[in-house]
């Protein structure tokens, strides 16, 4: 049998044709598999199996948005990290790495009590922690930053969520605490936050973009080197709740009269029903509408919605980029208090909100003392706030918040794909 020859030309063109398409440049969007695909890794609350609602809708509505009239594509896929739930029986390596973190975390705990014992009292305890790990490399706490090491290149984006049940444990921050269980941080508390600052570390090594909101923002401002400070003192015989400080005042910006109470947290969220959030209108950050309205002159307003225990105190640390200020920030000031309410505003604001009166906002100034708090920023490729966009996202212009992600997620990656082909 006789094998057929194709002539030299047609083989030739056939070279020419493959060189061509393995060296033209890439075209996105214009099919499904020219989407950009964002592998984004999301770290819960320990007590949560999926991630926020409110975070998968903000991103995925706003790529869908974007991809209308963007050339480039994007989408996310999402896989949580959370050791606490993960299945005591699957297989799969992601569960089974998992377990052995879980594992880790466990007996580190004392370990890090010992170093922050151990360590100068104006030492930060991370640092410590890593220095340990450096004279100690077959310790459990070098196993727990290796395996950690070996998740976060898998994917292009990580997010720390905000939390409920875990906090930011104050044998971090507080020079003065030593004991594990201290007043609601708990063991499980030093676990979140040492695996937390783990993952922030092995991020910025990767050049990695991270999102943190709330918690996630604090975790990255302590690993920039800030301080952190808390609205209510952490005490052993108390259950750490103010009773009675409530505070209202007109908006700067024109917006809905704003109000606040202190508990165990800091909230802006309705007074008589604190699910109910409200409207808090604040100018978007400039680096945010430079981004997403280049060239327009317009303001644009988000919708800045808090509930947290702890303060992101100034000055900021030397590497962090201060997108905006907290609006109580150093709340004493001449400039904060023309906004303040009248007797007579105060008593019919009380008709309403039945919990408001001088001496709650009394109270309230007392325990909200004067300071500055940042209450969003860039650290390198960390963007923390310590509001909740993502619960506000439908309120003014929140949504450009996410808008700003997405597109230098895109413009990140774009630019990655263009480092290849060079």
């Known amino acids: 049998m006789k094998t057929k020859i194709f002539p030299r030309s047609f083989v030739m063109l056939f070279i020419l044709l493959a060189i061509t398409m393995l060296f ?36 995925t509505d706003g790529a869908n948005r974007l991809n209308k009239t ?6 996310f896929k999402f896989t949580v990290f959370n050791p606490y739930l993960a299945s005591p029986t699957a297989n799969k390596p992601f569960a089974k790495q998992q377990r052995r973190i879980m594992n880790l975390l466990n007996k580190s705990v004392s370990t890090v009590q010992t170093i922050d014992e151990e360590m100068p009292i104006n030492q930060d305890l991370f640092t410590n922690i890593l220095a340990y790990i450096k004279k100690n490399p ?4 070098a196993a727990l930053q290796e395996e950690i090491n070996t998740i976060i290149p898998r994917y292009n984006f990580i997010i720390i969520e905000s939390t409920g049940a ?18 609601y941080a708990t063991t499980d508390d030093i676990k979140d936050t040492l695996y937390g600052l783990f993952v922030l570390d092995a991020a910025l090594k990767n050049k990695k973009p991270v999102l943190g909101f709330c918690h996630g923002a604090q975790l990255a401002y302590l690993h920039a080197g800030g301080t952190l400070g808390r609205h209510v003192p952490y005490t052993v015989e108390q259950p750490n709740i103010v009773k009675g400080a409530t505070y ?42 430079a981004v997403v309205h ?9 919708s800045k919605d808090f509930n947290h225990t702890l303060a992101m105190e100034g000055p900021a640390p030397k590497l962090i980029e201060v997108f ?13 208090r023309q906004y303040e309410l009248t007797p007579k505003e105060v008593a019919k604001y009380n008709e309403e909100y039945p919990r408001l009166d001088a001496a709650s906002i009394k109270k309230f100034k007392k325990t909200m003392h004067q300071r500055k708090i940042v209450d969003a920023f860039l650290y390198k490729s960390i963007l923390g706030f310590q509001y909740h966009p993502q619960y506000t996202y439908g309120t003014l ?23 290849l082909k060079n």
Do not use: C
């Open 24 to 59: 033209a440049p890439r075209t996105y969007a214009k099919t499904s598999k020219d989407v950009i695909q964002i592998k984004t890794l999301v770290l819960t609350d320990r007590t949560n199996k999926r991630m926020q609602p409110e975070i998968f809708h903000a991103l």
């Open 70 to 75: 963007d050339k480039d594509k994007i989408k």
């Open 138 to 141: 077959y310790s459990n706490l």
């Open 166 to 183: 875990t906090v930011i444990h104050p044998i971090f921050y507080n020079k003065k605490v030593n004991n594990v269980e201290v007043g």
């Open 248 to 289: 209202a005042r007109n908006n700067p910006h024109g917006g809905e009269v704003e109000s606040w109470q202190i508990d165990a947290m800091l909230n802006s969220r309705d007074l008589n029903d604190r699910t109910v959030y409200s409207e808090n209108k604040y100018p978007l950050p400039k680096q945010i509408h």
């Open 294 to 302: 280049k060239g327009e002159t317009m303001k644009k307003y988000l």
């Open 324 to 336: 905006s200020y907290h609006p109580l920030s150093q709340n004493s000031s001449a400039a904060q």
């Open 397 to 419: 212009d929140t949504s450009d918040v996410f808008q700003y992600i997405i597109k230098s997620l895109l413009k990140q990656e774009i630019n990655k794909e263009k480092q």
